[in-house]
């Protein structure tokens, strides 16, 4: 569809994208494969000089998407937010992290909202898009947009959509994920719902902002609990020799009321380490408690520390953790994903040096690594890499791992995700919750 047939038959305009990261960059591709023109801004240069030159650095998106989309002028990407006026529509896709004492930090949305004040217009649409905590957008983004004067649900129109992509899944791409959108008034919810009817598959309306903030944290919250939950039975496996991965196998032949999930080395990523704390904040402010997140949370930070202790032991007694070399392979929070953040490889090698292990790792996504002030680089998984370790301990289960060499040459093999699952070798292989290699 040409652009002016889109553009005069629905007359939504342009579409302004601000924060292309992981969230904004698909979303921008999306609305451009339905034929809109997008304005992308970003504060980070290096993103914006990528994009110019037609190259993207997001793993699911390919150079030729973005070589097609920037030279056809349907991608224009700035520093700089002053051609946001001339957008119809803004959809805000900032971080919204945690604070050093663990609170919502908003600061990057604060900041968004004040450089667009100046650039509002008559009838924009302004849609948030980041996680955060039930009354944002009504108390904190509409306030800070009508300094403009503008008033909304009357001048402008305000929206909240979670966003649910899901980095690395190749089936379920963002425009197949239903999305839950609310307004500020009925026809803050009509403007979001007629434009994202264009984008997605299914769209879900839902009465307010907080309900759709609240059902984001629920998802999230929801996974961090059962997965830390997981965990915890992993370890209580471990002590009955009972191999957790063959449980959960068998439980999940259960046609109702079961829904597998798995141990790991602790959950990470920009969403379910930190939406839940959102909610835990929220639910604090208002003089409630959340004891689920609370203990979730604590049994999700003890992975890295309980991991240790496991490659300890299993080292033990030949050798020491302070003589060993230890591989780790995969650092990302995430399989096929270059996402570190919260990442809970970090606090586990930076523990394994604390202990004068010898720490080396391989990531095909991240080439280096800066922890405290050592910097390590990806090394190669040769056979005679492999053989020189003492234990290659399997935090990420990439989609390239090149399983059967490790369980040929290292000598032992601890497995936090299953890799291992029926592969045999000539490596000792131990599994996070118990279980050989061969036992599944
Ligand atoms: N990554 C995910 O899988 C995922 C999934 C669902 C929801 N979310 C939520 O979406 C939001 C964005 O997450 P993300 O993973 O895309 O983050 P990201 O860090 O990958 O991208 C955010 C981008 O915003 C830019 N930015 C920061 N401040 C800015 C400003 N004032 N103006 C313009 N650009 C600015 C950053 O440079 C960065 O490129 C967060 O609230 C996150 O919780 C993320």
Redesign the pocket.
Known sequence: MKKDERTDKFGYGKIGI????????PLALAFIRQGFDVIG????GA?ISTLNEGRSYLPDIEDEEIRRAVSSGKLAVS?Q?DDMASAESIVI?????LSPQQTPDLS??T??CS?LVPLLRSNQLIVL????FPGTTKEVVQPLLERSGLAVGEDIFLAYS??????GNKQLTIDKIPKVVSGITERCLDRVYKLYSQVFEQVVPVSTTETAEAA?LLENSFRLVNISFMNEFAKICEKMNVNVWEVIEAARTKPYGFMAFYPGPGVG???IP??PLYLQWKARQLGTESRFIELSHLVNESMPVYIVEELKRLLAPSKSISESRVLVYGITYKKD?P?L?ESTAIPMMQLLIHEGASVQYHDPFIPSVTLNDLTLNSVSLTEAALRSTDVVLIHTDHTAIPIDSIVSYAPLVYDTRNATKRRSGRSKVAKLGGGSALSG
């Not at 801004?41 to 980070?44: A, K, Y």
């Not at 896709?93 to 992290?97: G, H, I, K, L």
Request: proline content about 9%; hydrophobic content about 25%.
């Open positions: 601000i924060g292309l990261g992981f969230v904004g960059l801004i970003d504060l980070d993103k520093e937010y896709c900032v971080p919204t992290p990057y949305l900041d968004t450089r898009e980041s996680s955060t979670p966003e649910r992509i899901d980095p984001k990523g920009h969403c930190v939406d994903t996402d953040r």
